[in-house]
C-alpha cells in the first residue's frame, strides 16, 4: 500500500479572468457602438460579464450605456445596458448590466467560438512540433 500524500498533486493555470471572475476573450474584429455616440470603439476583450474598450472614450465611471456588440461589422448583440466601471487614459472596463437571454447567448457564444478558435489554433501548433 502507498502511503498517501495529503496534497498528492496541485495544478494550477494563469489566470485570464482577473477582476472579473470570467474567462476573458480577445476577438479580433470585434468592436461597440455606444448608442448616443459617433465613435465606434475596438474591444480589447470580452467576458460574459463585460466588455473592455480600447482608446480613450471620454467615459466616467458609473456612467451608464445602451450598447452594441458588432463582430466584423455584423450585429451579434444588443441593445445591451453597461455601466462604466473603470477608465484610464487607454482603456474604459464595462459591465454588463441584466443581460437578457438572446444577449446572454450572444455574449456567450461569442467567447465560447473563440475559446475553441484558440484550442484549435493550440492543436494545430503541437501537431506541427509532433
Not at 448616443?36 to 480589447?44: C, D, F, H, I, K
Not at 465611471?61 to 466601471?85: D, M, N, Q, S, T
Not at 456567450?108 to 473563440?114: A, G, K, S, W
Amino acid at each position: 500500500m502507498f502511503p498517501m500524500a495529503a496534497k498528492p498533486f496541485d495544478i494550477s493555470f494563469g489566470d485570464s479572468t482577473g477582476p472579473r471572475g470570467a474567462y476573458r476573450a480577445k476577438i479580433s474584429g470585434l468592436h461597440v457602438k455606444v448608442a448616443g455616440r459617433p465613435a465606434v470603439y475596438s474591444a480589447t476583450d470580452v467576458s460574459p460579464t463585460g466588455v473592455g474598450l480600447s482608446g480613450s472614450t471620454g467615459m466616467r465611471v458609473g456612467e451608464r450605456f445602451e450598447i452594441g456588440l458588432y463582430h466584423r461589422g455584423v450585429r451579434v448583440g444588443g441593445p445591451i445596458r453597461a455601466k462604466v466601471v473603470r477608465v484610464d487614459k487607454t482603456f474604459s472596463g464595462l459591465v454588463f448590466e441584466d443581460l437578457d437571454r438572446r444577449n446572454q447567448d450572444a455574449v456567450h457564444r461569442l467567447v465560447l467560438d473563440e475559446q475553441k478558435r484558440q484550442a484549435e489554433e493550440r492543436r494545430k501548433d503541437r501537431l506541427k512540433k509532433s
